[in-house]
């Protein structure tokens, strides 16, 4: 099994509004990932998480709230955003690096995010 | 500052044809390369590459890594449409994945 799980799939919200992106993972996997996909554009990191904290932050605007509630879990949680924060959000996990895939990353299905 | 090339950026071609996509790195505490396939949707996960010199190989796709001079290639023989897709590579360094532009490969029939 190496399924991450995204939810929604799709989300519109107003500027004003305040919503959650979720991200779950069964796998055992202690190292979690946000990324940002634009269109036409590769996936950019936004911030990783390593045993349940924060360990990378790539600048990233405060505007964009991450969370780690336990080993399975990542949120990303949003306010405030603006039109050009549309986007595919995309959560990834990987192994600790003594497993044989240690070194892999997997990615879930996304969420589509419209902001209006 | 730590970077992934990739070319060509875009490539067309016809089916049953050959190609060769590239990538190149240049990043500290190096883990692995990895190769991903991208249509309408999430990368989908092809190789992973952390030795010199063995080759990958899945169907039709094959990799290799080069840890001297620092680059990659991924194959793919007798294309067909449905390989139409961006070829995205990434490298693994620390608990960084950082990708390349990626290539955009059309196959025609």
């Known amino acids: 099994d190496t399924e991450v799980t995204q939810t929604p799939k799709h989300l519109v919200m107003g500027m004003t509004n305040k919503k959650s992106l979720k991200c779950e993972q069964h796998?055992?996997?202690?190292?979690m990932y946000w990324y940002k996909q634009k269109a036409k554009k590769p996936p950019e990191l936004m911030f990783v998480?390593?045993?349940?904290?924060?360990?990378i932050n790539e600048s990233v605007p405060s505007r964009f709230s991450p969370e780690c509630p336990n080993s399975s879990l990542l949120n990303l949680h949003l306010h405030a955003l603006q039109p050009e924060d549309s986007a595919l959000y995309l959560c990834?996990?990987?192994?600790?690096?003594?497993?044989?895939?240690?070194?892999?990353?997997?990615f879930g299905e996304g969420s589509w995010l419209t902001v209006v | 500052e730590d970077k992934v090339v990739q070319s060509p950026l875009s490539l067309v071609v016809h089916e049953g044809d050959t190609v060769t996509l590239n990538c190149s790195y240049e990043?500290?505490?190096?883990?692995?390369l990895l190769w991903y396939k991208q249509e309408k949707k999430a990368p989908t996960f092809l190789f992973m590459l952390?030795?010199?010199?063995i080759e990958k190989k899945s169907g039709r796709l094959s990799s290799i890594l080069d840890k001297k001079e620092l680059f990659s290639i991924l194959n793919i023989t007798a294309t067909q449409t449905g390989d139409s897709a961006v070829y995205l590579c990434?490298?693994?360094?620390?608990?960084?994945?950082?990708f390349g532009a990626g290539t955009i490969l059309r196959v025609k029939s």
């Open positions: 998480y390593s045993y349940e904290k924060l360990s």
């Open positions: 952390t030795s010199s010199g």
């Open positions: 990434a490298v693994l360094y620390g608990n960084k994945l950082v």
């Open positions: 796998m055992g996997h202690r190292a």
């Open positions: 990043v500290t505490n190096f883990r692995s």
């Open positions: 990834a996990s990987s192994p600790p690096r003594g497993w044989d895939s240690g070194n892999t990353i997997y």
